[in-house]
């Protein structure tokens, strides 16, 4: 299995828009990590916003993933993974997400990129921020169709789900962390 060496989450606000993720990456080196925050500091948020990459439009702690947007707003996260197989060094994993204005649903698309060396489309340069603003998710969407490199665009959870399975990442692994972070204090049945 592959393992995380870094996550990028962009514009994603909470704690009824006081807090916010405006463009983070956490590098965990592909080691075990450990995120050390005061209560109330996002740490399951976290967890949400990273399972999103996975597990797309996914709920915690009751929390709907919907609930973090305001109308227009686009927010992009990856996860980018030290390869274990041969061809490649890095997997960037990515969900694009945002709620039109006219719409109580959000409109998301997932990406898989693979790479050896740093590139216009690395977790490092990806244009998900370009000027100092928020790529808009068409914007983006158009940006990556038009990418030279192995970049690869996921409107529907079945195909997206199969191709990550050719890097061993298993839904069924992101779906037993979800439910162990679920509801704090309840991760006991887990051992």
Avoid: C
């Avoid at 994603?12 to 005061?38: C, M, P, S, T, W």
């Avoid at 980018?80 to 698309?109: N, Q």
């Avoid at 990442?169 to 509801?183: L, V």
């Amino acid at each position: 299995m592959p393992k995380i060496n870094r996550a990028r989450v962009v514009n994603v606000r909470y704690d009824g828009g006081r807090k916010a993720y405006l463009d983070q990456i956490f590098d965990f080196r592909g080691e075990n990590g450990i995120v050390l925050l005061e209560n109330g500091g996002g740490k399951t948020l976290l967890v949400q916003l990273l399972l999103q990459v996975i597990i797309p439009n996914t709920r915690m702690n009751k929390r709907l993933f919907r609930e973090l947007f305001s109308a227009g707003q686009t927010s992009h996260l990856m996860l980018e993974w030290l390869s274990d197989g041969p061809e490649t060094e890095y997997i960037m994993t990515g969900l694009t997400a945002m709620l039109p204005r006219d719409s109580e649903s959000l409109s998301l698309f997932n990406f898989i990129h693979s790479y050896s060396e740093a590139n216009p489309f690395d977790l490092d340069h990806i244009p998900v921020v370009r000027d100092r603003r928020v790529t808009p998710r068409g914007e983006f969407r158009n940006l990556l169709r038009s990418a030279e490199r192995d970049v690869r665009i996921y409107d529907t959870r079945e195909d997206y789900e199969r191709d990550l399975a050719t890097y061993n990442i298993f839904r069924s692994e992101w779906d037993s962390i979800r439910r162990a972070n679920d509801e704090e204090g309840k991760a006991e049945g887990f051992f």
